[in-house]
C-alpha cells in the first residue's frame, strides 16, 4: 500500500514539474520566450539587393556563418535589436536579421555564433 502511495505521489509531482514547464514566467527563467510571440525576420542582402528568405532556410544559413553581429543601424523595421551575419567582414553578401530571428533559430537547435 506504501508504495502505491509513494507511486502516487511521485507521479503527482511530475505532473506539477510539467505543467510549470509548459508556462513561461520571464522572471524565473531569464529570458523565456515563447515562439508563437516572434516576429522573425530574415534579409539577404546582395550588393545592396535585398531578399526576404524563409525562416527555415535562412536558420540553417545562418548556422555557417562566420559570424554574426550587432548592427549599429537600424535596418529592419520595429525591431529591438538587429544583427549583421557574414562568412567575411568586406563581403558584399550578409545575412540581416532582428532579436527574434536569433531566439527562432537558437530554440531550433541551430548553433548561431554570435558577437
Known amino acids: 500500500m506504501k508504495k502505491i502511495i509513494l507511486i502516487n505521489l511521485t507521479l503527482i509531482f511530475l505532473i506539477i514539474i510539467m505543467g510549470?514547464?509548459?508556462?513561461?514566467?520571464?522572471?524565473?527563467?531569464?529570458?523565456?520566450?515563447?515562439?508563437?510571440?516572434?516576429?522573425?525576420?530574415?534579409?539577404?542582402?546582395?550588393e545592396?539587393?535585398?531578399?526576404?528568405?524563409?525562416?527555415?532556410?535562412?536558420?540553417?544559413?545562418?548556422?555557417?556563418?562566420?559570424?554574426?553581429?550587432?548592427?549599429?543601424?537600424?535596418?529592419?523595421?520595429n525591431s529591438l535589436q538587429n544583427y549583421e551575419c557574414y562568412t567575411s567582414k568586406d563581403s558584399p553578401r550578409k545575412y540581416l536579421i532582428n532579436q527574434d530571428t536569433l531566439y527562432y533559430c537558437q530554440g531550433a537547435g541551430y548553433e548561431i555564433k554570435v558577437n
Open 48 to 77: 545592396q539587393e535585398l531578399r526576404i528568405i524563409p525562416m527555415e532556410f535562412c536558420c540553417f544559413e545562418l548556422q555557417s556563418q562566420l559570424n554574426c553581429e550587432k548592427s549599429v543601424e537600424n535596418l529592419l523595421e
Open 20 to 46: 510549470i514547464n509548459l508556462i513561461s514566467f520571464s522572471g524565473l527563467t531569464g529570458k523565456a520566450v515563447s515562439l508563437f510571440d516572434l516576429q522573425p525576420k530574415c534579409i539577404f542582402e546582395n
